[in-house]
């Protein structure tokens, strides 16, 4: 699968953006996918994930209340809805997908994903 993630931008403080990742290919229903962001001179970092054959979602406590993951499967799309950003939120995005679904322990690890997006920048500021 490849995929391309769109939709980052510049937004103030407590405004809200909705990034995008086009997968391609024709098993859009058979991977998992994640969003993980990396901050400027930090590690990436897990943020959201939805699991093949599944709607139950996962997300950081950073964003729990304030993000949402969703599929599109008309559009083969995985959207990550942002409220209420922060400063703090600032960061490259990138989507990731996983042929099948892993176990729960393994969905918010980075090394469980093998196919990345190029990533988008998102950045709150006043």
């Known amino acids: 699968v490849q995929l391309q993630a769109s939709g980052g931008g510049w937004v103030q403080p407590g405004g809200s953006l909705r990034l995008s990742c086009a997968a391609s290919?024709?098993?859009?229903?058979?991977?998992?996918y994640a969003w993980f962001r990396q901050a400027p001179g930090k590690e990436r970092e897990f943020v959201s994930a939805?699991?093949?054959?599944?709607?139950?979602?996962y997300s950081a406590d950073s964003v729990k209340g304030r993000f949402t993951i969703s599929r599109d499967f008309a559009k083969t799309t995985v959207d990550l809805q942002m409220n209420s950003l922060k400063p703090e939120d600032t960061a490259v995005y990138y989507c990731a997908a996983t042929y099948g679904r892993p176990i729960t322990s393994r969905v918010r690890q980075e090394t469980t994903y093998d196919y990345w997006g190029q990533g988008t920048l998102v950045t709150v500021s006043s």
């Open positions: 939805v699991r093949s054959g599944s709607f139950d979602t």
């Open positions: 290919g024709r098993t859009f229903s058979t991977y998992s």
